[in-house]
């Protein structure tokens, strides 16, 4: 029997971190049992934290607007990960840019609300929903330091349905994020 433990960043939301905490965490799979050991936020007021709570799991807060650089903010979040042991890191709607200070060291993977190389960066949703596309997706990706460039590890799309609207699209993608990124953790750890 083994454990591996788990590191989930986030900076708003939190329902990606809620589906992994109900579906991975303090769960068996085989041989081997996942625990979520770090939580971080790069923002106090995220309101993954209040989820994090249900969960008995503090939250440590790493502003990145308290470090000059991003290089400073990404050795901070770095030290903090390498305090425990790791095994990966879960980037679960963490809106910064990684610098190779980061990405150098950790092992981690990155969700991301379309079919990948498409619609990369912060619009991804808005931009897949007003593209000609008749399908729409979602994909985990190993973290580089190329903005939402690293190998893809896992993809999973949806049709366009007849007068779909945004909030439809939106509420499709989140379902499937919510399933495809435990379901990722899951493969990378017990394989
Ligand atoms: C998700 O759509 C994720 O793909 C993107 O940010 C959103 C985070 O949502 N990077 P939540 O905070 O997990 O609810």
């Known amino acids: 029997m083994s454990v591996k433990n788990i590191a989930i960043l986030f900076s708003g939301n939190g329902s990606n971190l809620e589906a992994i905490l ?59 990960i390498q305090k425990y042991d790791i095994d990966l890191v879960v980037l679960a709607g963490f ?41 729409g997706g979602v994909s985990v990706h190993m973290v580089s330091e190329e903005l939402d460039g690293g190998k893809i590890i896992a993809q999973e799309t949806f049709k366009r349905e007849k007068n779909m609207s945004l909030e439809k699209w939106e509420e499709k993608t989140h379902s499937l994020e919510h399933e495809i990124l435990p379901q990722s953790i899951i493969n990378l750890l017990t394989e």
Do not use: W
């Open 95 to 135: 809106m910064r840019i990684l610098t190779p200070v980061f990405t150098s060291q950790i092992k981690a993977i990155n969700l991301h609300p379309s079919i990948l190389p498409l619609f990369k960066g912060a619009h991804a949703i808005k931009e897949s929903f007003q593209s000609e596309m008749m399908v």
């Open 22 to 80: 109900n579906k991975v965490h303090n769960k068996t799979f085989g041989n081997t049992t996942i625990k979520c050991t770090l939580c971080i936020s790069n923002k106090p007021d995220a309101y993954g934290i209040i989820r994090a709570k249900k969960f008995e799991l503090d939250t440590i807060i790493i502003e990145n607007k308290n470090f000059k650089t991003r290089e400073d903010f990404d050795k901070a979040l770095v030290d903090e």
